[in-house]
């Protein structure tokens, strides 16, 4: 009998690594050819040519919620120019001492769309739609102190994968904004 509880205590331990190595985390996410691949959420995004993959750690933004509510999944730029794509998971219903929880995309695009007066924002559209993937999209495209911009947020599991676009011009918005909407489901 203690030879076969040691022999299972073994087995156990030697399962440990095995468990942990395998789990995964939102941020699981890699290039691939010209897609971001994210295993957790099991998407795929293709961005369009006129982007590159940016590093996020680069990127001049807030530091990373104490709370485990927000993760920092992709970006991509226009060459060495401030327009471009990052792609971060906001937790559903994850309530801070700031916030109750973004319940949904609408509701997150509701607080989008408290512009602050110096924004001089103007909203331009505002859509809800399911993609070809079937995929729910909820879709804000505004213009912001003359410049191009859009929030684009989609339900993946307990989190809202959101899409925070900047152009220099309508036309390049509309393409960012194509890219967007085509993201599909992996298996």
């Known amino acids: 009998m203690k030879q076969m509880r040691t022999r299972f205590l073994i087995y156990l331990l030697l399962l440990v690594p095995l468990t942990y190595s395998s789990a995964q985390s939102p941020d699981d996410g890699k290039v691939v050819g010209n897609a971001y691949v994210n295993t957790y959420f099991k998407f795929s995004y293709v961005w369009p040519a006129i982007l590159s993959p940016y590093d996020t750690k680069a990127l001049n933004l807030p530091r990373k919620s ?46 989008v769309q408290k512009f602050d007066p110096n924004q001089h924002a103007a909203v331009q559209s505002r859509k809800h739609f399911v993609n070809a993937d079937g995929i729910t999209i909820d879709q804000l495209i505004y213009t912001e102190n003359g410049g ?36 599909h489901r992996i298996q």
């Open 148 to 183: 191009y911009s859009s929030a684009t947020a989609a339900a993946f599991n307990s989190f809202l994968i959101v899409f925070k676009c900047n152009a220099n011009s309508a036309v390049d918005l509309a393409e960012m904004n194509k890219s967007v909407v085509g993201i």
């Open 66 to 111: 104490p709370y485990a509510n927000e993760f920092m999944l992709f970006s991509a730029r226009q060459g060495d120019a401030p327009f471009g794509v990052i792609l971060p998971a906001e937790r559903l219903n994850a309530v801070t001492p700031h916030s109750r929880g973004i319940r949904d995309g609408a509701d997150f695009l509701d607080r």
